[in-house]
């Protein structure tokens, strides 16, 4: 009987969603519940404000070493540079290597490299950092990840010192023994929002294992199919007339109680699930087509930096140490300076410095991932200064410039139009922040030059006249952003721009895929109920039976004995 319904194919269908769904129903809640959560917060994290406004004045009157002259110990060429304080001394923050790189602290006063921070001068950094804080307590010393640290762009900064303050918040800062900073702050509340939001929603307690990435894959796929057979069988199983009677009332449905609303709900929020669990496969680059693309060496060398924060090998030449003092003199008569980045843009290098946010200012700060304290480029007022000009600066780079860059950075295509955008587009705007939190995300002000090519990609560059960055959307990108972002977090002009409506729409959404959810697993529990008591009972049955059998050879060999 069973052999013959698995050869039905319309049983085959029924039996396939059901089980997929009492094996994924669990799994399909907690996406929805986190998935709310991660509309409005992704996982713990220090704020690039927060970070900019706790540095030191930066004080370069003591350096003697110039920034090429520091690289020289490196074997593989710097990528990034900051200069900044560490204490009362100057340093130069190197990035080296590729993706994320790794960061190292060199004395810019004597060239040495700074000294890994160990458990005493973890807290005296964080004393330093905190001057209000009256107490510091050493949690733990981390050399693999937490459940708040798991994130690909934190792993270099290993091994962490957790140090809680102690405090009405139960706030903890993670300083790291090697680029000796604070690289994560987290207390109660965000702790809780990440777990049940970003952390829960992408299997993150498992991230440091080797299979994760094919979990979630599977986990996936088999979802998709799920989805997909509960829409065919939805359909089929609906009637256009009320065809169905269930105790004398006609129906549409041929189910009653909890199924009829599974197979109701699955018919209105079918296709949006769907489409959630498809673009959440678009985010892993399992779709062949629809993927980010990379940035041509000839972009990055003008300045275009990946999504994980990749660039160009950094050109340290005018970098002399007149013309950093110089440089620090004249930001100062702006703005207090406290660190230098440095940026490169059309093939020449720059100095940008941003203005410290006070106290209160510091929550204006948008985050834009949970690696937001090593983005290379914050939002916030900031001004350029040139190298070979180190006494002036300016705010942005002129017209002629931004012109300058776009032709080098596609030679050989001809530019089919260029625009000022002083409003943001389909593929320029910012969306969810909870997004690919473990990426230094670009910052994206406007106006910005939009610039289209005749090439073969149908390339797009999208470039910031401040601070100077380069953003490249292809043929394949504009389809990875309706696949992944629209779909996934539908933030679709019409909605995204009219909050609440975005708020309202997504939550409401959510909510009616969490009911499809819900009222497929209290079904489920009944058939796991029932399945359980038909396995259970031949097990009584023998049971039973070896107890009469152990009972009868009991009695006889007692008769025996009194033989």
Known sequence: MRVRKLLDWRKLLIYSHRWLGIVLGIVFMAWCVSGVVLMYYGVPHLTAGERLMRLPPLDLSAIRVTPAEAATQFKDPPRRLRISMHGDRPVYRFNTGRVFGRWTLIYADTGEAVDPLDREGALTWLQGYLPEQQTLRYDAYLQRPDTYTRLPAMQTHFPLHRVALDDAAATEYYVSERSGEAVMKSDRRTRLLGLFGYITHTFFFFRQQSWWSALLQWVSWIGL?????????????????ARFRHKGVRSHSPY????????????LFGVLTISWVFSGLVSLDVIPGIRETRYSPQQVAEGARSVQGEGAVIDLSSLSLENLRTA???????????????????????LI????????EVNAWESRSGMDFITPTPEGEHVLVSPRQPDRTFARFDDEAMMCVARAAMPGSAIRDAVWLHEYDDYYYKTVSSFDLGLPRMAKPLPVLRVRYDDAAETWLYLTYSPGQILKVERLDRANRWGYYGLHGLDFAFLYRNRPVWDIVAVALLIGVGVSTVTSLVPACRRLARHARAVARPAAKVEAGLQARLRHQTRGAEGSAID
């Open 225 to 241: 199919a799920m989805c997909v057979t509960g829409a065919v069988v939805g359909v089929w199983r609906y009637g256009l007339s």
């Open 256 to 267: 009653v109680g909890w199924m009829k609303w599974h197979h109701y709900a699955g018919l």
């Open 353 to 360: 410095a941003y203005r410290a946010p006070t106290a209160d």
């Open 328 to 350: 620090t003199a004249t930001v100062s008569r702006s703005f207090p300076a406290k660190e230098f980045e440095l940026l490169q843009f059309g093939g020449e290098t720059y």
